[in-house]
């Protein structure tokens, strides 16, 4: 059965600007009967990376608190740390990180909480039907948020071709044991030419699993649990992830994880994708390049897998921006995803989503209407 994703152009004029276009598209998609009064409502979105400038513009996710207030709901916007260590590998940083790219109250009209806690450890084991997966390890500020709406920058992604709604879901709303649960199936190792041996992850593991040998650090994967903490701790960037998954079994975790992110929150979700600045890689980096093809617009719907189906076909659809890291299918209908990463099988992520029931690939696009003369 197809699902509907109502969809809002770039076109503005003097009737309508983009900020009440995306009212508009807000009322289409339903959150009046999303959002109750009293809800505590989690809007979760990429805070950005410092240095990056991609990320959704915080006056956007203003109109969206605006929008929640006023039907009676309590508006928080939310993120989870990192898994790699960087500007936001824990909560401190992170907030911080966000309110100086301009997610502070006084723009966005909510306060900002990180649902991982801390360091990225408040969360719960959460039972989901996956293929590869039977439970998942979700941010406790999303399971205890009565409602959920995800507010995601759609763009390419080195490891999983694209990223939106699913991805914000999975990766956005799992703790750091859940970050490493879907990117990796092994304990993190130790890069010797980078260890000083000071001891702060020994410290800091509360499993006993790291030791020291030769004046290094050695973490012994029998008593490891993936938790991430002492990938956090190190200052010296010493301890990393063993990036050992394949790609498609990343995107189908990922999948069954977005499972464990709506869970207990049936027509309590709304998922909105800004198809703006889609640029080539992940907004977790310090940097952002070109977009691959012009802004297409906001689109918005209630099945997180039709809304990225819809937006991956928006980008294929438009013809390739020259000067760009897009090295193949600059013409319209020209695989985008592939075009920048030729190796990764985006679709799987879709395929794979579908198949555990996340969602549905078959869609009807509903545009909306200028407001009258004057557009």
């Excluded at 990429?46 to 109109?63: D, L, M, V």
């Excluded at 608190?65 to 993120?79: C, E, I, N, Q, S």
């Excluded at 000071?198 to 030769?214: D, L, N, Q």
């Excluded at 090295?327 to 989503?353: C, N, Q, Y």
């Amino acid at each position: 059965m197809a699902s509907t994703v109502y969809f809002a152009d770039m076109r503005t004029g003097n009737r309508e600007n983009l900020f009440k276009k995306l009212q508009r598209l807000l009322e289409a998609g339903g959150l009046e009967q999303i959002v109750g009064r009293g809800d505590l409502t989690a809007i979760k979105l990429h805070f950005g990376e410092r240095g990056g400038h991609a990320y959704i513009r915080p006056t956007f996710i203003r109109t969206i608190v605006d929008r929640v207030k006023a039907l009676g709901g309590k508006p928080f916007l939310t993120d989870s740390s990192t898994l790699y260590p960087g500007e936001r590998k824990e909560a401190v940083s992170a907030l911080t990180c966000g309110i100086e790219n301009g997610f502070a109250y006084a723009v966005v009209g909510a306060p900002l909480i990180m649902c991982d806690g801390l360091r990225g450890h408040s969360a719960r084991r959460v039972a989901v039907a996956g293929e590869l997966l039977q439970q998942v390890d979700i941010a406790l500020g999303i399971l205890e948020a009565d409602t959920l709406l995800t507010v995601s920058h759609f763009k390419c992604h080195e490891l999983t071709g694209f990223g939106g709604a699913i991805k914000n879901l999975a990766m956005g709303c799992s703790s750091r044991e859940g970050k490493l649960e879907q990117h990796s199936n092994v304990a993190p190792k130790v890069a010797e030419k980078l260890c000083t041996a000071c001891a702060v992850c020994f410290k800091a593991c509360v499993h006993e699993a790291i030791s020291f040998m030769e004046g290094k650090a050695r973490i012994n994967p029998d008593r490891c649990t993936g938790c991430g903490r002492c990938i956090t701790v190190c200052e010296e960037r010493a301890i990393q992830i063993q990036w050992n998954e394949e790609a498609p079994k990343v995107m189908k975790k990922m999948a069954e994880y977005a499972l464990g992110a709506l869970s207990g929150k049936a027509g309590k979700t709304l998922f909105v994708n800004f198809v703006t600045q889609i640029s080539p890689a992940c907004d977790c980096y310090g940097h952002s390049d070109a977009p691959i093809v012009a802004d297409q617009g906001i689109l918005i719907s209630t099945d997180p897998v039709a809304l990225d189906q819809a937006c991956a076909d928006l980008v294929n659809q438009a013809p390739g921006l020259p000067g760009t890291a897009l090295r193949s299918g600059l013409e319209p209908g020209g695989d985008k995803f592939r075009g920048v990463h030729p190796a990764i099988d985006w679709e799987v992520t879709l395929e794979h989503a579908e198949k555990v029931g996340l969602g549905s690939r078959s869609y009807e696009i509903i545009r909306l209407e200028p407001l009258g003369k004057g557009w």
